[in-house]
Structure formats: C-alpha cells, structure tokens
C-alpha cells in the first residue's frame, strides 16, 4: 500500500476525531514573524467573533458557551514564536486540536458535523512536487523535486550500468560489433531503470520527466512500461550538471503548473482505463472508496454533492428535500477525500471541466 505523503500524524489525528457536532474549523493566516502580535490577535478575536454569532444561531446558548470558552482559550494559549504560515484550529464538544502549518491559506471558519479536511488536503497538494528520471549511458538518476527542493531519491537496485555488464548474455559478451554490443547493453540498462522506477511510481504519484540524450531516450521509450506516464521529455546531455542546474533547466517546463497537472491527471487515466482500475461518478467512487480500494482520487475544485445513505453503507442517494437528518450527508466529496485519505491514498484537485466525461470525480483503484 502506498504511504501517503500528504497526511501527518496531526491531521491523521484530525480525521480520526469522533463526529460530535457542532465541529468548527477555523483555517487562517498566521505568521508571528510577519507581523505584529496584536494584528493577529485582533484578526484572530475576529474570527472568534464569526464563531460566537454562527453558534448562538444554531445550537442552545449552553453549547455556545461551552464551544466559546474552549475557542478563547486555545486561541489565549497560540505559539507566537513559529515560524510557520498559517494554523488550523479544529474544535468539537469531544476534541481540540491546532495545526500550524507550512502553507498559506486564506481564512475560512466552517461550523458542521465534521470537521473541514478539503481546504487544507488542497492547500497542501499547492507545493508542486515532480519526479526527474535522468538517464545517460552509464547511470540513472531519479530526484524528487518541488517548489523549494530538489532531492536525489536512492534505489535499492544499482544505478550505474557497470553493475549489469556481467548479466549480458553470452552472445553480447562475445559480439564481434563493438557498436551493436553497446545498444544491446544500453537497453538491457535502460530495462534495470524502468523496473527502478517502477518501484518509485508506486511511492509518488506526481508528473514524470525524464532527461537524456535523443540516443538514451530512444532506447527508454523503446523499452518503458511508464510510456503513457510521462508527463514530458528534455533532450540534452546534461549529466555533468550540479543540482541548481537541474532545476533551472527544469524551471520552463513546470512554469504553468496546470498544464502540468492536466496532463499527469489525463496519463494517470488513460493507465487506469487500459487496466480496468477507474471508479467514475459519485455512486461508483463511493462505494470503491468504502471498500478502501482507492489509489488516487481525481476530484474538480469546487465539486459537492449532497447525498443520502442507501440500504447499506456502500450505497448513497442523491439528496432530496425534505432531507432524512439521520441518513443525509451535505457533502459526499468530503467524505470520500476522507476515506482515500485514511487508507494510504491521495488526492488531486483539477480544474472544472476536466473530468466531465468522468461526471466530475474519479477514482484510481490500487493495482
């Protein structure tokens, strides 16, 4: 099962909690180091305020008394001196907890049965993470790379060509053509790099580059099982290069992220649909994520629906007015980012319109 990257220990915590209502979230900048300690305090007694009246609206003056004292004192007792963007505070009658997070995001104050996950899984997945296959004649090398960093992922199998010279079969080992002895090599070396990234793929599910020469590169694409992956290719020798070059000369080719993204969304399901492992619509996906089948779910942006439990927990309904309080759910995209989430899968947000052959939401199902 893959090990999810996006989900920590705290928000494992978060999304764990019992449903107890009234759950508030509170998501907000915060940055001590930024700013003075009274603008924050004033904007975080603010939206302490957005609470209270939210609160007297819809529960009895008891639970908004209870609700608010616990606000005020966590807020009261908020790390000044972190050097993180932002927090999130998450609150019920059964659980607190504060998230300070590395990522920036705009205020947001949700008072629900559960507890607002969708907002900060999105803001999370912003840090555009890639993976880099370099490949030359003698070596592979694959890095992680995102917004800040740039790191060399290392393989259990060797990645110098050296190491496989000795596998050559006898008739290579013995061809009389020093020229057609080097191609049969390459390949057999660009074999041993596409099984290594195989094992990477199933780890990050992120967009694919891969760099060489067009000589490298033809033998890669002869040979990949990754080919429908790819997100884009850089033909170059640039195997002498130091890690900051890497970068700079990756930079033009994830400028506009969401390209990126759209095209490793389309490669991941043209894979799924050729191996039969594609969940579409809000009914099917549900139900496969209930069976924690789910490997990566594909959901648009701003993509909800209201729903109804059927005859079993599998089984949801399209909600109708007047809604069964006991069977209704207002947001069933939630739930299943949830549910992916708790069982070692991931989740990408995409524009709108770009899975509506997909009625707005997919599901990839482990392989």
């Not at 001196?81 to 998450?90: G, L």
């Not at 309080?325 to 739930?335: E, L, M, T």
């Amino acid at each position: 099962m893959i090990m999810n990257k996006l989900i920590s220990p705290e928000l494992s915590e978060v999304m764990g909690a019992l449903h107890y209502r009234p759950a508030i979230s509170v998501i907000m900048p915060f940055e001590p180091k930024m700013g003075l300690k009274t603008e924050l305090m004033h904007a975080l007694d603010m939206a302490a305020d957005k609470v209270e009246r939210e609160l007297l609206e819809q529960y009895p003056a008891d639970m908004e008394v209870l609700m608010m004292r616990k606000l005020r004192s966590i807020i009261k007792n908020l790390n000044f001196n972190t050097h993180k963007k932002s927090i999130a505070i998450f609150l019920s009658p059964v659980f607190e907890k504060v998230l300070y997070l590395d990522i920036p995001v705009e205020e947001k104050i949700i008072i629900d049965e559960s507890f607002e996950i969708r907002d900060l899984v999105y803001s999370k997945k912003q840090m555009h993470k890639y993976l880099l296959l370099q490949l030359s004649s003698k070596e592979y090398r694959i890095y992680l790379g995102n917004s800040e960093d740039f790191i060399r992922i290392v393989s259990n199998t060797p990645d110098a060509a050296d190491a496989y010279i000795n596998d050559a079969p006898e008739r290579v080992a013995n061809f009389s053509d020093n020229q057609e002895r080097k191609e049969i090599l390459l390949d057999k070396f660009m074999h041993h790099a596409d099984n290594a990234l195989d094992i990477i793929l199933q780890s990050y599910n992120l967009p694919l580059y891969v760099m060489g020469t067009q000589r490298v590169l033809g033998h890669f694409k002869k040979l990949t099982k990754h080919l429908g992956m790819v997100t884009g290719y850089v033909n170059g020798n640039y195997e002498e290069m130091t890690i900051p070059e890497l970068k700079s000369v990756l930079e033009p080719y994830i400028t506009d992220w969401q390209k990126v993204v759209q095209k490793d969304v389309l490669n991941k399901l043209d894979e799924a649909i050729g191996k039969q492992k594609l969940a579409s619509g809000i009914r099917d996906v549900w139900r496969e994520a209930a069976a924690k089948k789910g490997r990566l779910l594909l959901v648009e942006k701003n993509y909800m629906y209201a729903a109804e439990h059927g005859s079993s927990d599998e089984i949801i309904y399209k909600a109708i007015e007047p809604f069964n309080k006991f069977s209704y759910i207002k947001d069933a995209v939630d739930d299943i980012i949830e549910k992916v989430l708790e069982n070692g899968g991931d989740v990408e947000f995409v524009e709108e319109g770009l899975l509506k052959d997909h009625h707005h939401i997919a599901l990839i199902l482990f392989y």
